[in-house]
């Protein structure tokens, strides 16, 4: 079981949480921490043993149906996959597999209990074709929002959009600390064919002395080439006697 857990302030700064009891609040806080990777509570009375909380308590989070509970005694935590993303190669399925069968996930990537008699399948998808048991939201650490692509499909967190791959930038210099695709490196050679490498031993040289870094190095090195030529312009004095104008 994943040992980290979010939560949503779309949930917990709601008016509807809030006008709850602190004890109240302590105990989802509690359930929240203790559930599986899908958001199923086996020991509810146990947490509630353990933080003191009332019966009163989970009443009201029953009440507010911020649970879903089940004849057993098991609990499922309502907007879990609001609150949580675990990725799937570190999720463990929970073992309450009857119990998620007879839930659907919402739209808004809520729980809900499927109507008397559905269930869903194993792998998954429910007879009414509700998306459930492998279906997770993405919810961004941090922000807490679903994450889609332009066409609406979900997008794991940490995965890179599909598109253009960027070209690799290769490393050059005394300190290896310029970065350079081939092709700027190509451009740096064609505009400066007889000093490039001074130039580029110059920002490495100054990158590793001061320890600061650019985003992108040739036109650092385009930005210092300038600023010379305008150094050098400004430093030559204009003539001011006959012999200097004809030597």
């Not at 006008?19 to 086996?42: C, E, I, R, W």
């Not at 210099?173 to 064919?193: M, R």
């Not at 002395?209 to 305008?230: C, E, F, M, P, V």
């Amino acid at each position: 079981m994943a040992q980290r857990r979010m939560f949503s302030n779309t949930i917990t700064d709601s008016d509807l949480f809030m006008d709850m009891p602190k004890s109240a609040q302590l105990l989802y806080f509690h359930l929240n921490m203790h559930a599986d990777d899908d958001g199923f509570v086996g020991n509810t009375k146990s947490i509630m043993r353990m933080t003191g909380s009332s019966d009163d308590d989970l009443k009201i989070l029953l009440a507010k149906q911020y649970l879903i509970p089940f004849e057993n005694g098991v609990t499922v935590i309502k907007d879990w996959h609001i609150h949580n993303y675990i990725r799937s190669d570190r999720k463990h399925p929970t073992k309450y597999t009857s119990e998620l069968k007879q839930l659907e996930l919402n739209e808004d990537a809520s729980y809900s209990k499927l109507p008397f008699g559905s269930q869903v399948s194993t792998n998954g998808q429910p007879n009414g074709g509700h998306l459930v048991g492998n279906c997770h939201t993405e919810v961004r650490l941090g922000k807490d929002r679903l994450g889609k692509d332009s066409k609406g499909k979900y997008i794991e967190p940490g995965k890179p959009k599909p598109g253009k791959a960027k070209p690799a930038r290769h490393k050059y210099g005394q300190y290896q600390n310029v970065l350079l695709t081939d092709e700027q490196l190509a451009k740096l050679k064609s505009e400066f064919p007889k000093d490039w490498q001074d130039r580029i031993e110059r920002v490495s040289g100054y990158v590793q002395s001061s320890g600061k870094h650019y985003k992108d190095y040739l036109a650092t090195i385009r930005n210092w080439a300038k600023r010379d030529q305008q150094s050098n312009q400004s430093n030559k004095v204009a003539p001011q006697t006959r012999e200097d104008w004809f030597g």
